[in-house]
């Protein structure tokens, strides 16, 4: 029954995908030789013979047969009458090959070894699926949503391995359910109680260059090089390029014709905005870059402080700084620099329109100049307290405060 145990659990062993043949017979013979080793003492002159694929092994004791008396060691050494009696043609000084059986065992002794290889083997895995995945990371891993918890996603590679994707790692616009294919960055490896935590991304600036490493030739091929990303995940990304060959444009190759190549790039983040620009050593330049698709009228720039001051006209502030803020901030992370946004009063003092003071006016005070054909700051300024009040019936107090909202417009 016990030598029936034993088999069975062999053949659980070789139905283990992660570990190679090789490997699976030294963990046997190891586990075996110490169990061996712990009842006669010593386990050197043992041969054991493993057969994965049969589900059993054999074990053979050798002996050097000396003469009666002369046994020192009963391990290593048997008796001349002793030997005779398993095969009569045995003489002094030769090796005797005995095979133990497992039923010599002991039923403890039995449930022991099934116990360490049960452990062996699996710390073997654990270990390995650790290596694996630590050398994967920053690579584009795919996997099956196996389950989909509120906190984090289970996924489960195409060995069975268990990976997780955190809510912090997701794009908020990202919805999966049980058995969708998913496609993510592995972000972290670590062991918690003694078991491997794959950790994946999809959030992560490395998520967004590796898909422009698979949908970009020339950036796999290093001809173009990124030089730096930054996301806001699900709304808004920022990617520098530089080429190494003027034959190459980088922006052209990444965008790909009529955006080919980028629109896949797109879907995957969810129909993430992404702008590609020309990286340049020239801080000046690279701000200008940045801001896009709003246009600089110009820049001073302070090295020390990292701050840049960007002039602008009017109808280009609300483009430089985007949709709830995104694209000024991405600009600043981008370039290393502290960014702040002015509208460019010329020396010639153009005239600017009441409605890109909406920030600082509120939109029905701005109605009521217009409904009196104030619609410009300087049509409100040529008018007295007094004579706005009568016009539009608000309040002195109110006109003041708009009145010296416009001026600093023009100091």
């Not at 694929?53 to 290593?76: F, M, P, S, T």
């Not at 700051?377 to 708009?402: F, G, P, W």
Request: hydrophobic letters at 40%.
């Amino acid at each position: 029954m016990e030598q029936l145990n034993l088999v069975e659990t062999f053949s659980e062993f070789k139905e283990f995908k992660n570990i190679d043949r090789e490997t699976m017979m030294r963990i046997l013979e190891d586990v075996f030789r110490h169990m061996l080793a712990k009842r006669f003492g010593s386990a050197d002159n043992f041969d054991i013979i493993v057969n994965i694929d049969k589900g059993d092994l054999e074990i053979w004791r050798n002996r050097i047969i000396v003469e009666d008396g002369e046994v020192q060691d009963e391990n290593a050494q048997i008796a001349l009458s002793d030997a005779i009696k398993i095969e009569p043609d045995f003489e002094v000084g030769e090796e005797l090959s005995e095979e133990i059986k497992l039923l010599d065992f002991g039923r403890r002794e039995i449930l022991a070894i099934r116990q360490n290889l049960i452990s062996k083997i699996q710390e073997y895995e654990k270990d390995n699926i650790y290596k694996k995945y630590k050398e994967k990371i920053g690579e584009i891993v795919t996997g099956e949503v196996y389950q989909v918890w509120k906190k984090e996603i289970l996924v489960m590679d195409d060995e069975s391995i268990e990976l997780i994707l955190p809510k912090s790692e997701q794009i908020p616009s990202d919805f999966y359910r049980k058995g969708d294919n998913i496609r993510a960055v592995v972000s972290k490896v670590e062991m918690k109680n003694s078991s491997p935590v794959i950790i994946l991304s999809r959030t992560s600036p490395v998520f967004l260059e590796r898909l422009f490493e698979s949908e970009v030739p020339e950036v796999y091929d290093g001809l173009i090089s990124i030089r730096n990303i930054v996301r806001v995940p699900g709304e808004r990304a920022k990617i520098a390029v530089e080429s190494y060959d003027d034959r190459i444009d980088p922006v052209g190759a990444c965008v790909g014709m009529k955006g080919s190549r980028i629109h896949g790039i797109v879907r995957e983040l969810k129909n993430e905005n992404i702008d590609v620009i020309n990286f340049t050593n020239n801080p000046s330049l690279y701000i200008q870059r940045a801001l896009s698709p709003a246009k600089v009228s110009s820049i001073i720039i302070d090295d020390e402080t990292k701050k840049a001051d960007v002039y602008m006209k009017p109808d280009q502030v609300s483009l430089a700084i985007g949709k709830g803020g995104f694209n000024i901030k991405l600009a600043g992370k981008l370039t290393g620099y502290e960014i702040d946004v002015y509208r460019d009063t010329d020396v010639d003092n153009e005239d600017v329109d009441l409605q890109e003071f909406s920030d600082e006016i509120d939109q029905w005070i701005i109605d009521s100049l217009k409904t009196v054909g104030c619609d410009t700051a300087k049509s409100v300024l040529s008018l007295d307290v007094k004579e706005l009040a009568q016009r539009t019936d608000l309040e002195e107090e109110t006109i003041n405060e708009v009145i010296r909202i416009l001026r600093a417009e023009f100091e």
